[in-house]
Antibody, heavy 116, light 110 residues
Framework: EVQLVESGGGLVQPGGSLRLSCAASGFTFSSYWMTWVRQAPGKGLEWVANIEPDGSYNCYVDSVKGRFTISRDNAKDSLYLQMNSLRAEDTAVYFC???????????WGQGTTVTV | QSALTQPRSVSGSPGQSVTISCTGTSSDVGGYNSVSWYQQHPGKAPKLMIHGVTERPSGVPDRFSGSKSGNTASLTISGLQAEDEADYYCCSHAGSHTYVFGTGTEVTVL
């Protein structure tokens, strides 16, 4: 079964740091672009960051540039989001997702909650 | 990186059709054939319903269809059913591997 499972969320003080993880299974993780998407309480979805299959290219929404870093370990089938200098407005459920061959986000995790 | 504009809510009776618009610019919706639509029930992860503007993934009912004209994409749900009641989000490629979501639309089945 194709699956993504996030972990690492929690309560953190403003200015603090947190590292989210996303464990992939059931597919060849190293072949896919991956992404983080977040959803603030009662709000809509917001794309946060992308990373290409070999990890050499990534991109971010302007509001997290310089504070968040997306990375991956293909040997461990895992995706990460290092979040530094956290702000109250970063409070959200964070989802990891896979880009399928159609360039759409076709597999999603259940989300992990970050509260700043 | 401004969010795409969607109506806040739409509603219809069972069996009716509803259409959700998603308006962007020539730098996102109008510039790429890379619009996708996602359904989200409360407390759940989003589910891909449409990709590549018009394509339905396997398992998505054919009452869901997508289209695009200029800077506006649309999702139509024909033959509305109770289980279609959810939030719907469009998403578009916005250049340099970045993406932007729509503001979201709540669909209510009367």
């Amino acid at each position: 079964e194709v699956q993504l499972v996030e972990s690492g969320g929690g309560l953190v003080q403003p200015g603090g740091s947190l590292r989210l993880s996303c464990a992939a299974s059931g597919f060849t993780f190293s072949s896919y672009w991956m992404t983080w998407v977040r959803q603030a309480p009662g709000k809509g979805l917001e794309w946060v960051a992308n990373i290409e299959p070999d990890g050499s290219y990534n991109c971010y929404v302007d509001s997290v540039k310089g504070r968040f870093t997306i990375s991956r370990d293909n040997a461990k089938d895992s995706l990460y989001l290092q979040m530094n200098s956290l702000r109250a407005e970063d409070t959200a459920v964070y989802f990891c997702a896979r880009y399928g061959i159609t360039a759409a986000k076709d597999v999603w995790g259940q989300g992990t909650t970050v509260t700043v | 990186q401004s969010a795409l504009t969607q109506p806040r809510s739409v509603s219809g009776s069972p069996g009716q059709s509803v259409t959700i618009s998603c308006t962007g610019t020539s730098s996102d919706v109008g510039g790429y054939n890379s619009v996708s639509w996602y359904q989200q029930h409360p407390g759940k992860a989003p589910k891909l319903m449409i990709h590549g503007v018009t394509e339905r993934p396997s398992g998505v009912p054919d009452r869901f269809s997508g289209s695009k004209s200029g800077n506006t994409a649309s999702l139509t749900i024909s033959g509305l059913q109770a289980e279609d009641e959810a939030d719907y989000y469009c998403c578009s490629h916005a250049g340099s591997h970045t993406y932007v979501f729509g503001t979201g639309t709540e669909v209510t089945v009367l």
